[in-house]
């Protein structure tokens, strides 16, 4: 009889991802939703897979997981798990590739929305008393034949591009690894310089992994270049905006909004003067967290797992090391 595969589910997930591993016969599982580092080195000793949400997989907890084999990342981003480390004691990393474009993508133009449309400065002046004084404030922004620029064109790229073009957007993608047919043929048109197309871009969403090329890859000089009345969103990671530049150009109108899901420092600091910029629309890291996202990303992360003792898992849900 084969001895059974003990997977540490690190952070609790949907109970459907559990429910897979309940229904085999051929792994056992612990969940360790309360945790700190010292409690990971003690466990992953352990284990022969894991999975993990956001906690912060360092060399020195990878190092002791002798026996770990698969670690499956409840979502698209691995900036918190140490790939060299996996390298070096040959452990796969796989993400949950398919589960969350679609919510990542509503989010984004509800975000978009939201600060075109002025949603807390309208739901504000009701509230307030302030009904008949609607034709003092603002004037807000229409959506239609606007440039949108796309930076990064991943799954959620492609999912997102469906939504810009069914709001009359004039959509251009900027990512140096995606082919200009593949673009074209979703209605889009590549950019190949970042900096000098984003002069032309009424709204700008980016969807890149955080490394050492796209770190502050928005900064000062560029957010300067912008036109005024851009928008900006960030749901992919913190950091690819420097947080304090941003907060400045909001607060001189070098541009007109920004919507941040993500934050370099996680949850941001009370002292980040983001948290008190009105021009900006904040969300906790929440752009996949609709209820049937949860649901498919519990179930690829834990099917990852199993497909990878399978010898099944596809080569596009791991992670290159």
């Known amino acids: 009889m084969l001895e059974k595969k003990k997977i540490l589910i690190v952070q609790n997930i949907h109970k459907a991802g559990i429910q897979i591993l309940k229904n085999s016969s051929n792994y056992e599982y612990e969940i360790l939703d309360e945790f700190d580092s010292e409690t990971l080195k003690k466990k992953i000793i352990n284990f022969d897979g894991l999975s993990i949400r956001t906690a912060k997989l360092t060399s020195e907890i990878i190092e002791l997981g002798k026996k770990l084999k698969i670690i499956s990342r409840h979502g698209v981003g691995y900036d918190n798990i140490d790939l060299n480390s996996c390298k070096k004691n040959n452990i796969t990393v796989s993400i949950t590739a398919t589960a969350n474009a679609v919510a990542v993508s509503e989010h984004v133009m509800f975000m978009l929305l939201n600060i075109a449309k002025g949603k807390n400065m309208y739901d504000h002046a009701v509230r307030s008393g302030k009904f008949n004084e609607r034709n003092t404030l603002p004037k807000t922004i229409e959506l239609s034949n606007k440039n949108i620029l796309i930076a990064g064109f991943g799954r959620i790229g492609k999912n997102l591009i469906k939504r810009f073009l069914g709001f009359d957007m004039n959509v251009f993608v900027y990512d140096p690894f995606v082919d200009e047919k593949a673009i074209e043929s979703r209605g889009g048109k590549k950019v190949n310089d970042l900096r000098s197309s984003v002069k032309k871009m009424d709204a700008i969403t ?52 920004a919507g941040l899901d993500v934050f370099k420092t996680e949850p941001p600091k009370i002292d980040n003067p983001l948290m008190k910029n009105s021009k900006v629309f904040l969300s906790p890291h929440t752009a996949a967290f609709t209820e049937e996202c949860m649901e498919r990303m519990s179930k690829e992360t834990i099917q990852n797992i199993i497909d990878f003792f399978d010898k099944k898992l596809e080569k596009f849900k791991t992670v290159k090391l």
């Open 206 to 257: 980016l969807h890149m992994p955080l490394n050492e090329k796209t770190e502050n890859i928005v900064n000062m000089d560029l957010l300067k270049t912008m036109k005024k009345n851009c928008i900006i969103i960030n749901a992919a990671r913190g950091g690819i905006i420097n947080e304090n530049d941003l907060n400045e150009a909001l607060n001189k109108n070098y541009i007109y909004g």
